[in-house]
């Protein structure tokens, strides 16, 4: 693709989360917005948040059904699945892996045709991501204190996305 094409697809969003429970309540916007198919890519250095993120957008698709599961870090396994009634979800944390040849075991091409995919580092796996993605760049502002869980945040959809995050 182009990279005119690629502008021509995209729609992007950028503005400053100012806390923790910002954060959160973008993860239920967005989670209601996904469908089987999804691809959800979180950028971000070592404690920008994807963890949190992807953990709050989870819950917030279990919580209308009921479930009650916890949602753990998927850094050392990898990948957690999650089955959210008829919508499987698969969240992957890439971090440790060196390049795409390493995703075969993870079912990665599965999760692509079946479910919704959150990708924490999907850094080594772009070239295999679909068109069709939303991609969410989370980071620390640069005068943040060491405490301060503001983040500064900037969505960019391809596909279907910029028409379906218009409200986000």
């Known amino acids: 693709m182009s990279q005119k094409q690629k502008n021509e697809t995209m729609g992007e969003h950028s503005f400053l989360l100012p806390d ?3 954060t959160q309540a973008l ?5 209601r917005l996904l469908r089987a198919g999804d691809v959800v890519a979180l950028y971000g250095g070592l404690g920008a948040g994807k963890t949190a993120f992807a953990r709050a957008l989870i819950q917030s698709l279990q919580a209308p059904l009921g479930l009650v599961e ?3 870090s998927p850094t050392f ?3 957690q699945h999650y089955q959210i ?3 499987g979800l698969w969240h992957f944390d890439l971090y440790r892996l060196s390049g795409p040849g390493e995703t075969h075991e993870l079912g990665l091409e599965e999760a692509f045709a079946e479910g919704v995919s ?3 580092w ?3 796996v772009e070239s295999r991501l679909p068109p069709n993605r939303l991609e969410i760049y989370l980071e620390i502002p640069a005068d943040a204190g060491i405490q301060e869980s503001r983040r500064q945040v900037r969505l960019a959809g ?3 996305w910029p028409e379906r995050m218009q409200n986000v």
């Open 158 to 160: 391809y596909g279907d």
């Open 118 to 120: 959150l990708i924490e």
């Open 85 to 87: 009634g008829p919508l």
């Open 70 to 72: 916890e949602v753990p």
């Open 27 to 31: 993860a239920v916007r967005l989670g």
């Open 77 to 79: 396994s990898l990948v």
């Open 20 to 22: 923790l429970a910002a």
């Open 122 to 124: 999907p850094q080594c």
